[in-house]
C-alpha cells in the first residue's frame, strides 16, 4: 500500500475564487487520480494527473476549471478554479503503485470544499 | 455514467448480523474491488477479486464473483458499531486502469 496525505482536508471557500488541493505519496506510483464526491454521492473521476504532461480529463470535465500538474512522481496539484457552489464536494486523489497488483488503488483522506 | 449499481442502496442491521451487498456492473473487467468510506472521508481498499476468481476471504469480509451475471457481492460477517460506513465496488474495465464506481451502499450498525 502507500501512505497518500492531502492538503487542505477541508476549506470553506468563497464563490469566483479558486483553490489548489495538493496530494503526497510516500512512495513511487505509477499513476495518479482525481476524483469528485459530490455530496451523497459517488465518485467521479475528474482526470489521469500525467508526470510531466497534460493531464486526461474525463468527459465533462475541462482543463480551464480544474488544472492539475505533476512535476514527479509522488506529488500531484489540482485547482478548482472560479468556485461555485456546485463545486462543494469531496476532492480525492488515489494512486496506483510499483507494487500494486491488478492496479488496486489506494486513495487519499479528501479534501472537503464548501463553497459559498 | 455510474458503471456499477450496489444494492440495497441502506442497510440498517443490529451488532453480530451479518450484512450483504450486491453489486452489478456493465463491461468485461479484469478484477473487482470494494472500497469502505467511513464520514466522507477517504476510501480504505478492502479487497480485490480478479475475473477468473469466484470467492475470496479477508478476515471477515467474503467477496464472491460471477462474471457470467457481471455481479459481485460482499458479505460482512458479525458486524460490529465501526463497520457502519458506505461502501462501494469498483471496476476497471479491461485493458483500463481508471476505475468507475458503484453508486454505493450505506451501511449502520445497531449497537
Known amino acids: 500500500s502507500a501512505v497518500i496525505s492531502q492538503k487542505p482536508s477541508r476549506d470553506i471557500c468563497q464563490r469566483g475564487t479558486s483553490l489548489t488541493i495538493q496530494c503526497q505519496v510516500d512512495?513511487?506510483?505509477?499513476?495518479m487520480f482525481w476524483y469528485r464526491q459530490q455530496p451523497g454521492q459517488s465518485l467521479t473521476l475528474i482526470a489521469t494527473?500525467?508526470?510531466?504532461?497534460?493531464?486526461?480529463?474525463e468527459s465533462g470535465f475541462v482543463i480551464d476549471k480544474f488544472p492539475i500538474s505533476r512535476p514527479n512522481l509522488t506529488f500531484s496539484t489540482l485547482t478548482v478554479s472560479n468556485m461555485s457552489p456546485e463545486d462543494s464536494s469531496i476532492y480525492l486523489c488515489?494512486?496506483?503503485?510499483?507494487?500494486?497488483?491488478?492496479?488496486?488503488?489506494?486513495f487519499g483522506p479528501g479534501t472537503r470544499l464548501t463553497v459559498l | 455514467s455510474q458503471q456499477g449499481e450496489e444494492d440495497p442502496q441502506a442497510l440498517s442491521i443490529q451488532e453480530g448480523e451479518n450484512a450483504t451487498m450486491n453489486c452489478s456492473y456493465k463491461?468485461?473487467?479484469?478484477?473487482l474491488q470494494w472500497y469502505r468510506q467511513n464520514s466522507g472521508r477517504g476510501l480504505v481498499h478492502l479487497i480485490l477479486?480478479?475475473?477468473?476468481?469466484r470467492e475470496k476471504h479477508s478476515g471477515r469480509l467474503r467477496v464472491t464473483l460471477d462474471t457470467s451475471k457481471k455481479s459481485s457481492s460482499l458479505l460482512i460477517t458479525a458486524s460490529r458499531a465501526a463497520d457502519t460506513a458506505s461502501y462501494f465496488c469498483?471496476?476497471?474495465?479491461?485493458?483500463?486502469?481508471?476505475?468507475?464506481f458503484g453508486t454505493g451502499t450505506r451501511l449502520t450498525i445497531i449497537p
Open positions: 469498483a471496476t476497471p474495465p479491461r485493458g483500463n486502469e481508471k476505475l468507475t
Open positions: 488515489s494512486v496506483v503503485t510499483l507494487l500494486s497488483s491488478y492496479n488496486e488503488q489506494f
Open positions: 463491461t468485461s473487467i479484469n478484477n
Open positions: 512512495s513511487q506510483v505509477t499513476m
Open positions: 494527473a500525467n508526470q510531466g504532461s497534460e493531464a486526461t480529463y
Open positions: 477479486i480478479r475475473s477468473n476468481e
